[in-house]
């Protein structure tokens, strides 16, 4: 079973919830335990126990700052991956001006199609079938490429445009792999939630263990932890979260190239 | 709607007093709640309510570092790409000295004035009308080349030309990429919003708890969040503030195209 398929698969608010209720539960059943023990503890006892939730807390701490670092990084390489491509296909897009028709309106043309596909893609949420599309015009291209190729004596501009397209194709991979493989590991996950629980239920336990009575601290700190666990989830989704990478410069884009079109 | 567009509206000193009401305020109604707890029998016990207060300040801080990180990384960038942009500029106005007359002239007058208007943008508040004249200059630029490229006969020359237009129009897009949507997302603002007023409310209720009164140290404690959120925003927002990205690689440009200015 994916961890991050059953993540994913949750509505944000569904996975906060889910969060919130299991640390709650942990941080009740830390507090049953600690008020069945036998008598209240020595104060050297009592020490013990509060440096050992001390750290259990800051363990969690860190965890949760650093993959929210590391979710942080990959939005914004996903980000970078789109206005990169936006760019290639930009200069694609001027540098068959250069190339002979029939070639260069068929490319400007399958250009634009490509530039639909993508904005598309992340329109309707069906990636696999805009990536397969995708790759079709991108053969298309080619073969238009190598054909304008046989027809031109200038081998410069050819090889000029040549570039460019390799650079599309290139940053096509590239945000795939951006967006749908570059993801916080199952086992992030895992870690993540088991020491939310522990950690809930040892400040239940040190609660129950003094007999102190319940605290509006600690629902804030469950609180605190599981809205940065819902930001991690949020950054890390590709699509459908709060969170989304705006398309502006592909729409700018498409904009542009539909305002060319001569 | 994205939150630092909203955010963007407020100058940064309002931005910083509303941050430090709403610390105060959470402060505030946490030691009244410790207090009320101090006073009744069968209180908490003051050691389970500290190490908590301590995870929850962990947290703040290591979100508000990474935090800061993120904003530091888009002001880098905004900055990184504005002296990409003058050096793309300056070695496509190099390189227009290999293209025949009259285009060599021409081009050289449009990057002078494309540079004069990137210049302007900096100053003005009319950001739209600054995009829309470069898109303009950006295609009168092309069609010169174009145009260049079916009179020479040796078309390396135009391809080296032409790919350094390119650099100029792909950095152009960058430059409005960074600028408009390498920002922090608005997920991440809640989110600080949401754990700030937590953790003071802790520490406030630590402080109540104890049955001390409100120790002087709260008001240092509350400040240094409220600066360093203000720095985040103003680091995030590289148009803005007092902190902005010095146009001094594209001014020295314009002095090295000797030509009196318009």
Redesign the interface.
């Known amino acids: 079973m994916q961890l991050h398929g059953l993540i994913d698969a949750l509505p944000l608010w569904a996975l906060f919830v889910a969060t919130l209720v299991v640390a709650l539960i942990s941080f009740e059943g830390g507090l049953w335990v600690g008020r069945r023990s036998g008598s209240l503890p020595e104060p050297q006892e009592?020490k013990v126990v509060?440096r050992l939730?001390?750290g259990i807390?800051?363990l969690?701490?860190?965890m949760?700052?650093f993959t929210?670092?590391v979710a942080?990084s990959h939005?914004?390489a996903r980000?970078q991956a789109l206005?990169d491509e936006?760019?290639a296909i930009?200069?694609a897009y001027?540098?068959a001006?250069?190339l002979q028709d029939p070639h260069r309106s068929e490319i400007r043309n399958l250009l634009r199609k490509y530039v639909d596909v993508r904005l598309e893609g992340v329109r309707s949420g069906k990636i696999e079938e805009a990536i397969t599309r995708s790759e079709e015009l991108q053969d298309q291209l080619w073969t238009q490429t190598v054909a304008a190729r046989e027809n031109t004596s200038?081998?410069?501009?050819i090889?000029?445009f040549i570039q460019?397209l390799n650079e599309v194709i290139t940053l096509h991979t590239k945000r795939v792999l951006a967006g749908m493989k570059v993801r916080i590991p199952d086992f992030i996950w895992f870690v993540i939630y088991a020491i939310t629980m522990l950690a809930a239920a040892s400040?239940g336990y040190?609660?129950g263990l003094?007999?102190?009575?319940r605290?509006?601290?600690?629902p804030?700190?469950i609180?605190?932890?599981s809205?940065?666990i819902?930001?991690i989830a949020?950054?890390d989704r590709p699509l459908g979260?709060?969170?989304e990478v705006?398309q502006?410069?592909m729409i700018?884009l498409q904009r542009?190239m539909n305002a060319?079109t001569r | 709607m994205?939150l630092y567009r909203l955010l963007d509206k407020f100058p940064m000193l309002v931005l910083f007093v509303a941050t430090v009401m709403i610390v105060l305020l959470s402060y505030e109604v946490g030691f009244q709640?410790g207090r009320w707890?101090y006073r009744r029998p069968?209180?908490?016990?003051e050691?389970?309510?500290?190490?908590?207060?301590?995870?929850?300040q962990?947290?703040?801080t290591?979100?508000l570092?990474?935090t800061f990180?993120?904003a530091a990384?888009h002001f880098d960038a905004a900055r990184q790409a504005l002296i990409n942009e003058a050096n793309a500029i300056r070695t496509a106005y190099l390189r227009a000295d290999l293209l025949p007359e009259p285009h060599r002239t021409e081009i050289r007058d449009l990057l002078r004035e494309y540079v004069d208007v990137r210049l302007e943008a900096a100053r003005s508040e009319k950001i739209e009308q600054v995009i829309a004249r470069s898109?303009e200059l950006q295609?009168q630029l092309?069609s010169q080349a174009?145009e260049a490229?079916e009179k020479v006969s040796s078309?390396?020359f135009?391809?080296y030309f032409?790919?350094s237009l390119?650099d100029v129009?792909?950095l152009h897009?960058?430059r409005?990429?960074v600028g408009?949507?390498?920002r922090i997302?608005?997920?991440?603002w809640v989110?600080l919003y949401?754990?700030m007023p937590?953790?003071a409310?802790?520490v406030g209720?630590?402080g109540g708890l104890t049955g001390t009164r409100r120790p002087l140290v709260a008001v240092a404690f509350v400040l240094i969040i409220s600066v360093v959120m203000t720095l985040i925003a103003d680091l995030d927002s590289p148009r803005k503030g007092t902190l902005r990205v010095s146009q001094q690689a594209m001014v020295d440009l314009r002095k090295t195209m000797s030509a009196p200015a318009p």
């Open positions: 009592e509060s939730v001390g807390l800051g969690l701490a860190f949760v700052a929210f670092g942080a939005f914004d980000r206005h936006v760019n930009r200069t001027l540098r001006d250069l200038n081998s410069a501009v090889g000029n460019s400040i040190h609660a003094t007999r102190s009575r605290i509006p601290v600690a804030a700190l609180l605190a932890f809205t940065v819902l930001l949020d950054l979260g709060y969170l705006d502006q410069a700018d542009k060319q | 994205e709640v707890r069968n209180r908490e016990q050691v389970v309510v500290r190490s908590m207060v301590g995870t929850m962990g947290l703040l290591f979100i570092a990474f990180w993120l990384t898109e295609s092309w174009v490229g078309p390396y135009t391809g032409i790919q390119n129009i792909a897009t960058r409005l990429t408009r949507e390498f997302p608005t997920t991440i989110v949401v754990i937590l953790a409310a802790s209720c630590h």
